[in-house]
């Protein structure tokens, strides 16, 4: 957390870059492969795929023979143990561990799309400079950079001063509660309370990714949002159409959802949007300072104020109420950030309805209506406290709002000015350096394995997806069709962590 006022620069200086040697086309062929095993996390669990990630293991295996030689591998998880834990004994033990994470599973195909791909998802083209497929950027990428730099390492004789760990959850797509969720509690059972540093996947480094800034941006998540994702279930008779009844159980819910919708989750400024500012202010137009200094050094009001008391002093769109500003550089930073959904989400927990079931046939009516709906939670707000928001805004005995998956409420905050980030900043830098080259830190507004780390033995855990994609628009290959990762900047992958583990050192 920043905390003297003096807006200045905050981005390292004169960090050289460094050129590891990597062979570029050995690397590409070793992800190529990686991304051909299917390890799919479905929606539907029983739909799993054994073999897929069994397969992969080996391979990985097979292709880093000293990571396999020197460290100790351990296949966890709970009920099914997939995840890959390896320990990378250092030369002083008692130190607090590093931490290293990436996940084995990716996201399927959604149906109807197929055709959209240039290469099929599963096939690891090496085309035109590119590495295709899924995993390609989400996230085999990281494992394979990971295991590359530490198998690099190994062939110079390197043994590290702390401990590494190497974490790849089998489940991340999907919450991973059979994962990485485990392998924390694995550790804590082992009596490993405290972890030096964790560094697990965000977002890419590249250039728009904020308003404003033209220059190449690498955002070093120091927080991410919470999660939960809450059921509204309608009971009641159902009957031929012919003779409906007054309300029928898919307009209860329909009314229901429209309220939810009608009132979203005040708006507020927290401490990682602040952090966000106090170093991505002074890279931007002067004309910005004034408001964004307003911003990086304000505060939010006491968190133990009732619910009530805090939400006199946030922001909402309520058009019966208007702007709600406790200053005026707040309310201008607000309408600046509302302009797009992305920063739209740092600034409130969002609420999306994702799933409608209710009705089999055109003539009948159901006995039963559900809705899902998706919650990424701001800090400040918890699982419970958003629970009781929407039972409150539904207001409605007939309506039943439950609990539908694990949840996990708003990370803590990470420091963006230890020498942990540093160290972070440091290896990108030496990695990717140009002149105009921004290092921030953010709020992640989606989700990673790294949140049950951070929720419980690790205060210094940070997200970045160690790869620079070509611009934003990029982002949507995520979890999208296309995806891909230029074969050069794989290379980079690989140096980055080649000096985030000579980096470590430092600490």
Request: include cysteine.
């Amino acid at each position: 957390m920043v905390t003297e006022r003096e807006f200045d620069s905050l981005q390292m200086k004169d960090v050289a870059v460094v050129e590891v040697p990597v062979d570029e086309d050995v690397a590409a062929r070793r992800l190529s492969k990686a991304i051909t095993f299917p390890t799919i996390s479905n929606q539907d669990r029983s739909d799993f795929d054994e073999k897929a990630f069994n397969d992969f293991h080996q391979y990985l295996v097979d292709t880093y023979p000293l990571v396999h030689k020197t460290l100790k591998r351990e296949i966890l998880g709970d009920p099914r143990r997939f995840s890959l834990f390896y320990t990378w004994s250092g030369k002083n033990p008692s130190l607090p561990p590093i931490v290293l994470m990436g996940h084995q599973d990716v996201v399927p195909v959604v149906p109807g799309t197929e055709q959209q791909w240039e290469h099929d998802a599963f096939s690891g083209d090496v085309a035109d400079g590119y590495i295709w497929g899924r995993g390609s950027l989400d996230d085999k990428i990281m494992i394979l950079a990971i295991l590359e730099a530490v198998e690099m390492h190994l062939k110079q004789g390197f043994q590290p001063k702390r401990t590494i760990h190497l974490v790849f959850g089998q489940d991340e797509e999907v919450m991973g509660p059979e994962g990485v969720k485990q392998i924390v509690k694995e550790l804590k059972s082992r009596g490993i309370n405290e972890v030096a540093l964790v560094l697990d996947e965000g977002l890419p480094l590249t250039g728009g990714l904020f308003p404003g800034i033209t220059a190449p941006i690498a955002l070093i998540g120091t927080a991410e949002k919470g999660y939960t994702t809450l059921q509204l279930k309608v009971a009641g008779p159902g009957g031929h159409s012919a003779m409906p009844p007054k309300n029928s159980n898919i307009g209860i819910l329909a009314q229901a959802i429209t309220k939810i919708e009608a009132n979203p989750f005040p708006y507020r400024i927290t401490q990682p949007v602040r952090d966000q500012m106090r170093f991505l202010g002074p890279e931007l137009p002067e004309k910005f300072h004034e408001v964004l200094e307003d911003i990086a050094f304000g505060s939010e009001p006491e968190m133990e104020e009732t619910t009530e008391q805090k939400r006199a002093l946030e922001y909402t769109e309520n058009p019966t109420v208007g702007w709600q500003a406790r200053n005026t550089s707040e309310d201008q930073f607000l309408k600046y950030m509302l302009t797009g959904p992305q920063t739209t989400a740092m600034l409130h927990t969002t609420t999306a309805v994702t799933m409608v079931n209710g009705g089999v046939k055109e003539n009948v009516m159901p006995p039963i209506a559900t809705a899902v709906v998706n919650f990424r939670i701001l800090q400040g707000e918890t699982v419970q406290s958003v629970l009781e928001q929407v039972r409150k805004i539904v207001n409605d005995n007939r309506v039943e709002v439950t609990e539908l998956s694990d949840s996990i409420d708003p990370s803590p905050v990470s420091d963006p000015c230890g020498k942990e980030y540093r160290a972070i900043e440091k290896s990108i830098r030496q990695t990717w350096g140009t002149p105009d080259l921004v290092v921030s830190p953010y709020l992640v507004i989606g989700g990673a394995d790294a949140k049950y780390f951070a929720a419980s033995i690790a205060r210094n855990v940070y997200r970045f997806t160690a790869v620079r994609v070509e611009s934003a628009a990029d982002a949507a290959r995520w979890h999208g069709v296309n995806e891909r990762v230029l074969v050069r900047e794989f290379a980079k992958s690989i140096g980055f962590f080649h000096q985030l583990i000579t980096n470590v050192e430092e600490l």
